[in-house]
């Protein structure tokens, strides 16, 4: 058990990679709490694990956030692992790109990961140990046509891993992030068919990843096998870029 009575709070659980990682460390003896905004999706994916909890939070809104930590802590008294999974996409082109969309996906994934992180770090700190990990994508290194908010964000979140490892480093808290490249869940399965075909082609594994797949990497870097990664980004891409 790679993950023995670990108290796990994880973003975004109800589905695709954030559930995925739930499930997994739930396997190797966490106790995950899963945290999302769709309370139906969130209750039917803590029914599927053992030693899981459903939190109904939004990573926007600090109050909700700030009510799931309180209740963890005066429950399990620690949060050992924080996965900052919970994001969304709301593609355009630049000169079709409205503020509204512009402004939904900052909140959601920058300013969310920011919230989520200022809100538990300090019982990590209490603790003197602890394990962030962030979502961040393949597009938060190399861009991508139509996601300049996305992009932006993704980018961001390396920016904050890379900060929060010089800052916590030394007080026993490891903060790293994962770029998955395309995974098959609902985010990506709302992409137009050719484009999809087109990324499956120019993969150099032919195929989607799966959110197994990308659960395997959230795992390591939030284990102790990972006790000296600190602030790397693991790009999970089939090899994408090269
Ligand atoms: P998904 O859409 O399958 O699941 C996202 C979950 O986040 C949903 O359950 C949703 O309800 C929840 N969520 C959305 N907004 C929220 C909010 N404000 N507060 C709380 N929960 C909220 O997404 P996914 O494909 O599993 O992606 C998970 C993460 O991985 C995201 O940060 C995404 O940007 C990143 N990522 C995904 C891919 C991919 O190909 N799927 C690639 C790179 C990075």
């Known amino acids: 058990m790679r993950l023995r009575n670990k108290v796990a709070l994880i973003t975004g659980a109800a589905k695709g990679i ?7 460390f739930a396997e190797e003896g966490a106790k995950v709490m899963l945290a999302d905004l769709n309370e139906a999706a969130v209750m039917d994916a803590v ?21 799931a930590v309180d209740d963890i802590i005066a429950k399990h008294h ?9 994001g969304i996409t709301q593609d355009a082109r630049l000169v079709k790109m409205t503020e509204v969309q512009f402004d939904a996906v900052i909140d959601v994934n920058l ?23 962030n979502a961040s994508s393949v597009v ?19 920016g904050f891993t890379k900060t929060w490892a010089r800052e ?18 609902e985010m990506v399965k709302a992409m137009p068919e050719n484009i999809l075909q ?13 959110p197994e797949e990308m659960a ?27």
């Not at 919230?115 to 990590?124: F, I, K, Y």
């Open 18 to 24: 954030g559930f995925a990682t739930a499930k997994r």
């Open 168 to 185: 916590f480093g030394q007080k026993g808290i490891r903060v790293n992030a994962v770029c998955p490249g395309f995974i098959a869940t």
């Open 198 to 210: 087109s990324i499956e082609q120019r993969s150099w594994m032919a195929r989607l990843g799966t």
């Open 47 to 67: 029914g599927q694990l053992k030693h899981a909890e459903p939190y109904v939070l939004d990573v926007t809104d600090r109050a909700s956030i700030q009510r």
């Open 216 to 242: 395997n990497v959230y795992l390591f870097l939030a284990s102790d096998e990972a006790s000296y990664v600190n602030g790397v980004t693991i790009e999970a891409s089939g090899g994408i870029s090269l």
């Open 111 to 133: 300013k969310g990961v920011f919230n989520c992180t200022q809100l538990v770090v300090p019982h990590m700190l209490e603790a003197k140990k602890g394990a962030i990990v």
């Open 140 to 158: 938060g290194i190399y861009g991508n046509f139509g996601q300049t908010n996305y992009s932006a964000t993704k980018f961001g979140v390396i």
């Open 78 to 86: 620690r949060i050992d692992i924080l996965i900052n999974n919970a």
